[in-house]
């Protein structure tokens, strides 16, 4: 039978807003000294915003053309990166075009076809694997480039390439910011004596920006979504019992490998259903209770 504690930690948890699955899951919960928080949805709000648009080259003088095109590309998709340029071609009330051969490369970015153009939109691997040009026209080199996409990282801020008809035509970057009690909940963790560590897709440059605001200093960028689990593998290895924290379709197969998956409540139902404990108002600060909670209960248990 389950432990009246148990079934007692179950149902504070709950009133907290943390949903534990399982009997199994609140006991593994008292052992965690490891967390690995997914950065995006999980740490920040989840809700980015356009930030930049850049043109290059021969778009220079078109930066409401580069911003419906890329948008238009970018229609289809359902990571919220596409959803913020969207918004800000939207807001600007610039008339979307119709994309057809859309296609999603998962960690990547879109490729699509707008009007009589094919476009990309994603990060540097996806221009890369695409063979794009550099600009035709003007004098912006490689070396350019890459120097903004790094200030724009710095700010923490996620810079995407648009190319269009194979070659670079601008710069999009997209903003996030921190939720209000990422830092708070952060920095509990880390007194427990949990090693804290930041898992993402994103680069390097901006996933230490956003690390920085939030007091995290173990960061693993630009992982791809199928590497996410291997990363959770190697810290059990390490001997670490680890939650995992997450909240989009990327980070599932992550949840499920970590010894406790930990998915917000407001993020995809693919992450819910594979996790064992639910944050229903996504906020980390729901996690340190449940391993506040947890913590008491196997004391009293054991
Ligand atoms: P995260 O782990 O932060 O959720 P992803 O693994 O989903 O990130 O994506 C990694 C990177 O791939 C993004 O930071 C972005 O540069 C690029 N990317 C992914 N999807 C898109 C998209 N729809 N449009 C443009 N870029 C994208
Ligand atoms: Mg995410």
């Given at each position: ?30 052992k ?36 419906a ?58 221009i ?59 920095a ?31 960061v ?76 008491a ?6």
């Amino acid at each position: 039978a389950t432990p009246l504690s148990v079934t007692v930690s179950t149902g504070r948890a709950a009133q907290m807003g943390v949903l534990i699955r399982s009997a199994e899951a609140l006991e593994t919960c008292g052992k965690i000294n490891a967390v690995v928080l997914d950065k995006t949805g999980t740490i920040t709000a989840g809700k980015p915003s356009l930030a930049d648009v850049l043109p290059l080259g021969k778009w220079r003088e078109m930066t409401d053309d580069l911003l419906a095109i890329t948008a238009s590309a970018e229609r289809d998709s359902e990571h919220p990166l596409a959803a913020a340029i969207v918004a800000g071609a939207q807001e600007k009330h610039l008339t979307l075009g119709e994309a057809t051969q859309f296609h999603a490369i998962s960690g990547q970015g879109v490729t699509a076809h707008v009007a009589s153009h094919s476009v990309a939109v994603g990060n540097t691997d996806l221009i890369d694997d695409l063979d794009v040009a550099m600009p035709s026209v003007g004098d912006e080199d490689l070396d350019d480039i890459i120097e903004t996409m790094e200030r724009l990282s710095a700010e923490g801020k996620t810079p995407m390439l648009a190319a269009i008809d194979g070659e670079l035509a601008g710069i999009v970057a997209v903003a996030d910011t921190v939720k209000a009690d990422s830092q708070q909940a952060i920095a509990a963790l880390k007194s427990h004596g949990v090693n804290v560590v930041m898992l993402t897709g994103d680069n390097e440059t901006t996933a230490h920006a956003v690390a920085n605001q939030v007091g995290v200093s173990n960061v693993i960028a630009g992982v791809r979504p199928e590497n996410k689990a291997d990363e959770i593998a190697k810290l059990q290895a390490q001997g670490y019992t680890v939650a995992m924290v997450g909240d989009g379709i990327n980070d599932a197969p992550a949840l499920a490998r970590a010894n406790v998956g930990f998915a917000i409540g407001t993020g995809t139902d693919v992450a819910i259903q594979s996790a064992d404990v639910t944050l229903m108002n996504g906020s980390l600060m729901g996690l340190v209770h449940a391993l506040d909670l947890t913590r008491a209960t196997m004391r009293n248990i054991a």
